[in-house]
T-cell receptor
């Protein structure tokens, strides 16, 4: 059963804590992405990785960090430096003939 | 600055009716335009992809059009069903580079019985 999985589906964090969101894909895609989605706004790019052991900042990278040690995995850490972390986080990968982005089911992060 | 504007922001229709969602973009250079469907609390799923040379593409009850001259696209939904209730997102790709995607904020469609 191929696709992108994200965990957990819901995550609650106290202020000042770091949390890590998981993203795994078995589509054999090289490129992976993290987006943040807020109500009434388009998806905004946090980080992306074109290949293992390499990643670049997106438009809103401050307060976030990532790693890409394996092709299948692209975890996102939301640090305490992120001032407004409550949002819906989407992971995606690109592949196929039409270069389509495939999205995971998302993680909803709430800061208490 | 590359931008994608979608209208209306939200729409309520009765089951069985048709509707059309709009997408205007100012993205350059243009590579392709995609429409995604996003159910509440889920990740977006691709409906159609259109390149510069295509002006109509269908996927079941969904028909997308593209006018590259006026930089407008529309998504027409025929004979709506309750399961069509979702957000529909227009995404425009600007040339090369896999980070070159600009997302619209989406149209939230609610189909009522």
């Amino acid at each position: 059963d191929g696709g992108i999985t994200q965990s957990p589906k819901y995550l609650f964090r106290k202020e000042g804590q770091n949390v890590t969101l998981s993203c795994e894909q078995n589509l054999n895609h090289d490129a992976m992405y993290w987006y943040r989605q807020d109500p009434g706004q388009g998806l905004r790019l946090i980080y992306y990785s074109q290949i293992v052991n390499d990643f670049q900042k997106g438009d809103i990278a401050e307060g976030y960090s990532v790693s890409r040690e394996k092709k299948e995995s692209f975890p996102l850490t939301v640090t305490s430096a992120q001032k407004n972390p409550t949002a819906f986080y989407l992971c995606a990968s690109i592949g196929g003939r039409t270069d389509t982005q495939y999205f995971g089911p998302g993680t909803r992060l709430t800061v208490l | 600055k590359n931008q994608v504007e979608q209208s209306p922001q939200s729409l309520i229709i009765l089951e069985g009716k048709n509707c059309t969602l709009q997408c205007n973009y100012t993205v350059s250079p243009f590579s392709n335009l995609r429409w995604y469907k996003q159910d509440t609390g889920r990740g977006p799923v691709s409906l159609t992809i259109m390149t510069f040379s295509e002006n109509t593409k269908s996927n079941g009850r969904y028909t997308a059009t593209l006018d590259a001259d006026t930089k407008q696209s529309s998504l027409h939904i025929t004979a709506s069903q309750l399961s069509d209730s979702a957000s529909y997102i227009c995404v425009v790709s600007a040339g090369t580079g896999r980070r070159a995607l600009t997302f619209g904020s989406g149209t939230r469609l609610q189909v009522q019985p």
